[in-house]
């Protein structure tokens, strides 16, 4: 049975594909950092590698820059599966380092499978072309690695600062909301008053009226 090694440090998400694959007929392999991924590729030989990029211990990046310079596993297509490609260093990283296809996590599912399907497809028919590892790329890569890194930082600086905003503004809203709601037990309680004095009225000009 063919192999497919995940690598992903989400035991949930790995569940899932073992799931998948092994519904396809492939056998799974599994890697929860880069470190292991390669000692597990190296043993095993998968047909594809199927990576998160943000894992401990080594990252999706230097894991593909580590595949690319082992004769063994260079030629094994090489898939990024992430949530960060919508900056753009990551996504320019991830074509430099040779990377066969990239897909985000919220893909549906029936899509995922027909993408690996086509890498597979294009690996089998000679289609996917790797290039030479080459030292002198060694700073280019380490650059690009580390602007990647900075534009994640910068980007999840922004979303927290956003989220802390959003975090903000319900809490005024939830406030806004109790203080509302107060208001209308507040008048609630003023209306019942009201129509109990008014009613005591009624009471005291009807017996006003039947008094001698």
């Known amino acids: 049975m063919e192999k497919i090694l995940i690598v992903d440090d989400n035991d949930t998400l790995v569940s899932s594909f073992e ?26 030989r998968p047909i594809l590698i199927i990576s998160d990029i943000q894992m401990p211990k080594m990252d999706g990046f230097t894991l593909c820059r580590e595949c690319q310079k082992d004769p063994l596993l260079r030629l094994i297509p090489f898939v990024f599966y992430s949530a960060i490609f919508s900056e753009i260093k990551s996504r320019e990283l991830a074509h430099s380092l040779g990377v066969d296809q990239f897909i985000s996590k919220s893909t549906d599912p029936d899509e995922f499978i027909g993408i690996i399907a086509e890498v ?65 037990e507040l008048c609630a309680a003023k209306t019942k008053e009201l129509e109990d004095i008014k009613q005591e009225l009624k009471a005291l000009k009807k017996n006003a009226v039947k008094a001698p």
């Open 19 to 44: 799931i998948i694959f092994r519904a396809h007929g492939f056998e799974t392999l599994y890697a929860s950092n880069g470190f292991d991924a390669m000692v597990l590729a190296r043993l095993n």
């Open 120 to 184: 597979l497809e294009d690996f089998k028919s000679g289609k996917l072309q790797k290039s030479e590892y080459r030292e002198k790329d060694e700073l280019e890569f380490y650059k690009s690695y580390s602007e990647a890194l900075a534009s994640n930082l910068e980007d999840k600086i922004v979303l927290a600062e956003i989220n802390k905003k959003l975090q903000k503004e319900i809490e005024e809203r939830r406030n806004a909301v109790q203080e509302l709601n107060l208001l209308k």
